[in-house]
């Protein structure tokens, strides 16, 4: 069974502060993966995506892929209030295009 | 670009009706959309995998007789909750890769949140 991991949360840090967020994924085939924030009541929207193993920056967004270990993190640096919010970790499953969510994290960002 | 609009944004129904939910891709075509389904504090449950022209696919467990899909042109996917129950009340997503290809991500409709009283 195809599986994304992460720790539900609620993680919680200062305003300033690096958000660390991670994910274990079970199928070794994947080769895309998603981290997508969402707002209590709203859809999801897409933050990062990364492909190959390695680092991608995007803004105060880094995106963390090692396949080998088949972990996937995110980093939120200077962390601000308005990124509270649930974070979604996704896989994109080849067969069928299928992109399969783990649980979120709820992140709490305090002034 | 690549705007998914999902209609309506809220419905409330009774028990043993049957409620519509409508996904359309503004500003491109999708041969291919995804449908969730998620209830208070849990994730996006793939429900099924509609196919323009074609049968949809559900996921194990979601009841093809109850949740129908409907995928008619490139543009539109329809999801009919029938003879709804109040087990049923969740928020519903559909989502669309505007890329033709699968590996950019999916936009994501806005959400249903359906109440079933």
């Known amino acids: 069974q195809k599986e994304v991991e992460q720790n539900s949360g609620p993680l919680s840090v200062p305003e300033g502060a690096i958000a660390s967020l991670n994910c274990t994924y079970s199928?070794?085939?994947?080769?895309?993966f998603f981290w997508y924030r969402q707002y209590s009541g709203k859809s999801p929207e897409l933050i990062m995506s990364i492909y190959s193993n390695g680092d991608k920056e995007d803004g105060r967004f880094t995106a963390q892929l090692n396949k080998a270990s088949q972990y996937v993190s995110l980093l939120i640096r200077d962390s601000q209030p308005s990124d509270s919010a649930t974070y979604l970790c996704a896989v994109l499953y080849n067969q069928g295009g299928k992109l399969i969510f783990g649980q979120g994290t709820e992140l709490s960002v305090k002034p | 670009g690549a705007v998914v609009s999902q209609h309506p944004s809220w419905v409330i129904c009774k028990s043993g009706t049957s409620v519509k939910i409508e996904c359309r891709s503004l500003d491109f075509q999708a041969t291919t959309m995804f449908w969730y389904r998620q209830f208070p504090k849990q994730s996006l449950m793939l429900m099924a995998t509609s196919n323009e022209g074609s049968k949809a696919t559900y996921e194990q467990g979601v009841e093809k007789d109850k949740f129908l899909i409907n995928h008619a042109s490139l543009t539109l996917s329809t999801l009919t909750v029938t003879s709804a129950h109040p087990e049923d009340s969740s928020f519903y997503i559909c989502s669309a890769s505007h890329s033709g290809t699968y590996n950019y991500g999916y936009t994501f409709g806005s959400g249903t949140r359906l109440t079933v009283v």
């Open positions: 199928d070794r085939v994947s080769q895309s």
